[in-house]
Antibody, heavy 123, light 110 residues
Framework: EVQLVESGGVVVQPGGSLRLSCATS????????MHWVRQAPGKGLEWISLISWDGSGTYYADSVKGRFTISRDNSKNSLYLQMNSLRREDTALYYCTKEGGKYYYFNNGLDVWGQGTTVSVSS | QSLLTQPPSASGTPGQRATISCSGSSSNIGSNSVNWYRQLPGTAPKLLIY???ERPSGVPDRFSGSKSGTSASLAISGLQSEDEADYYC???????????FGGGTKLTVL
């Protein structure tokens, strides 16, 4: 069974930093692009970042560019999101999610999602 | 303001057919495929349709997708009470160099 399990979400002050992790299992991690998608309370889905299967390609939404860094460790089947200079508007449930097709960026849909980890930016 | 525009709400009665629209532009829907997701309350989104009209394994054929030009639609036939959920469209945007989601449509089964 394919599983994605996020961790690392906490309450943090504005301007602070946080690192989210996503542990994966049940598929060949190194063959798939991975994404982070967030959902602010009561709001819709917002894509924030992707990393290609081999880590050579990374993309960011304008809202997080220059503050967040996505990375992966294929030897540990894990995905990460380093979040710096956090703002109140970064408060959200953060989902780790997997591209549905091997070696694609966003062609076959995001077919598996974790349950999310909550980040709250508040003083 | 999302680059993909969905109606905030839609409704139908059990057994009826409901459709949800998603309007974009030449940089997203006009040149890339569309995916649809369903999010039940308190749960993670689930992929319903990919590549405009393909269903993942396990998704019933009551769900169908279509695309024409810079717009796409999700159709749900034989509405059931458990179809009450939020539905999102998504597509890659060539200008932003990343995926964009629609604002979501809340479907109510009356």
């Amino acid at each position: 069974e394919v599983q994605l399990v996020e961790s690392g979400g906490v309450v943090v002050q504005p301007g602070g930093s946080l690192r989210l992790s996503c542990a994966t299992s049940g598929f060949t991690f190194r063959e798939y692009t991975m994404h982070w998608v967030r959902q602010a309370p009561g709001k819709g889905l917002e894509w924030i970042s992707l990393i290609s299967w081999d880590g050579s390609g990374t993309y960011y939404a304008d809202s997080v560019k220059g503050r967040f860094t996505i990375s992966r460790d294929n030897s540990k089947n894990s995905l990460y999101l380093q979040m710096n200079s956090l703002r109140r508007e970064d408060t959200a449930l953060y989902y780790c999610t997997k591209e549905g097709g091997k070696y694609y960026y966003f062609n076959n849909g995001l077919d598996v999602w974790g349950q999310g980890t909550t980040v709250s930016v508040s003083s | 303001q999302s680059l993909l525009t969905q109606p905030p709400s839609a409704s139908g009665t059990p057994g009826q057919r409901a459709t949800i629209s998603c309007s974009g532009s030449s940089s997203n829907i006009g040149s890339n495929s569309v995916n649809w997701y369903r999010q039940l309350p308190g749960t993670a989104p689930k992929l319903l349709i990919y590549r405009n009209n393909e269903r993942p394994s396990g998704v019933p054929d009551r769900f169908s997708g279509s695309k024409s030009g810079t717009s796409a639609s999700l159709a749900i036939s034989g509405l059931q009470s458990e179809d009450e959920a939020d539905y999102y469209c998504a597509a890659w945007d060539d200008s932003l160099k990343g995926p964009v989601f629609g604002g979501g449509t809340k479907l109510t089964v009356l």
